[in-house]
């Protein structure tokens, strides 16, 4: 059985929130929504330890390729250890910090 009807296409404000990137998603998913991270949580992150691309997209719920697009543009800092990307946690902590700063002084 057919509808004659058509389904009602998507709310104008969802389309202006998506449009204005106010969606949820920060930076093309780069960088999680803001107190995504609390700082207790930011703060135990040692940083002398080494994460894999693997390990920093599970801890920010992002896909790989975000993060390793954050590491080709310089965004974030890494090393090549044994063929593998990983991430020193000092470098973590500062790439987070500038994205949180970076969302705080935006309007």
Known sequence: MESDTLAEPASTAVLQADAAGINGATDA???PPSGALPASVVGG???????TIAEVA???KVPKSS?????DRGDLQ???FEGAV???GRDLKAWLASCH?????TP
């Open 45 to 51: 992150i040692p940083d002398d330890q080494l994460f």
């Open 78 to 80: 890494y090393v090549k």
């Open 86 to 88: 990983q991430v020193e």
């Open 58 to 60: 599970a801890f920010l």
């Open 101 to 105: 700063r970076t969302q705080s002084s």
């Open 67 to 71: 993060v390793y697009s954050a590491c």
């Open 29 to 31: 998913g780069l960088t």
